[in-house]
């Protein structure tokens, strides 16, 4: 039975104009995307920017999206850090606070050996809390291969994978020399991934189209591929952006043509020059104006 399944997001963080954290905003935005029907919420991951985020900034971030998704959805944190220890330190506040898991990179500095990757994983699994373990081989310098993820599943608390290689082949290798459970983990690859097997996905653009997102998801889940591509194909575009370097300007700026702004990114994240910003704005257009089937 899969622990985390459905549409989760990862979510930004608001800034301010001040580039400060808005926290009220952060909780309106959980308090949104719940009410649009996403089955859970991922702070302080990438997409939340939290490596330009103070400890404390974190802790409060992490505490904020538990407290505004006050039980209704799971709020699974992002847990990346320069070393096992502070991953751990992470794990174990977020737990305290009502943490439902917790995803999981390897360790980020630098290319570790596999008994190194091992070892961090054993830590993050003794923390306590489910791991759903997240391979990104094009930002970080490990690919968590099937053979590997085999060695992790044998902790007691790691049930699931982020798939992010951008290889829709890959979840098959995954359930077929695996126990984990495999959420997609690359927006342009989530419906795909239901088709071949992936119970969960967690998304970076779905911040700014949810409900259509839900939708694609449980249709592909329930083999409707007619359906699901009746919206996919138009949300594409715009999809593409979360396996790209500035996916958190573009979902930000989505957010703002959406209604929803969240403010800047930190730096060294930079905005968006005008070429990139119209380029956006065309896919968020292209994926909101689709036409809508009549219904027979």
């Known amino acids: 039975m899969a622990r985390f399944p459905g ?4 979510i930004v963080t608001p ?11 952060l909780a309106e935005h959980v308090d949104w995307l719940i009410d649009q029907g996403v089955h859970g919420i991922i702070p302080s991951g990438s997409v939340g920017e939290y490596a330009a985020l103070t400890r404390e900034e974190r802790a409060k971030v992490i505490e904020t999206a538990i407290d505004a998704a006050a039980g209704r959805v799971p709020v699974v944190i992002g847990s990346a ?4 220890k502070q991953v751990v330190e992470l794990i174990g506040f977020a737990k305290e606070k009502g943490a439902s898991g917790v995803m999981a990179l390897p360790p980020i500095n630098y290319k570790p050996k596999e008994e190194e990757v091992i070892a961090h994983y054993e830590a993050v699994s003794n923390a306590g809390l489910p791991v759903i373990v997240y391979n990104n081989p ?6 968590l291969k099937p053979a590997l993820l085999n060695k992790l599943a044998k902790f007691e608390n790691i049930v699931a994978v982020k798939e992010f290689s951008g290889d829709v082949r890959r979840i098959h290798d995954i359930l077929r020399e695996t126990e984990l459970e495999v959420l997609a983990g690359v927006d342009d690859l989530a419906m795909e991934g239901a088709l071949v097997g992936a119970t969960g996905w967690i998304g970076g653009l779905t911040n700014v189209l949810p409900g259509d997102s839900v939708r ?7 083999g409707k591929v007619a359906e699901a591509l009746d919206i996919y194909r138009y ?3 715009l999809f593409h952006y979360d396996a790209g370097p ?3 300007q573009a979902i930000k700026l989505s957010m703002e043509f959406a209604g929803i702004p969240a403010g800047p990114t930190r730096p060294p994240r930079l905005a968006l020059n005008e070429q990139e910003q119209q380029e956006v704005r065309a896919a968020y257009e292209y994926a909101v104006n689709r036409p809508q089937r009549v219904k027979s």
């Open 81 to 84: 850090a320069p070393s096992t």
């Open 246 to 248: 500035q996916l958190v």
């Open 138 to 143: 094009h930002d970080y310098p490990v690919d």
């Open 15 to 25: 800034f301010t104009e001040q580039y400060e954290v808005d926290y009220q905003r």
């Open 7 to 10: 549409v989760y997001v990862a």
């Open 216 to 222: 694609v998801f449980e249709l592909a889940r329930e």
């Open 235 to 237: 949300l594409l575009p």
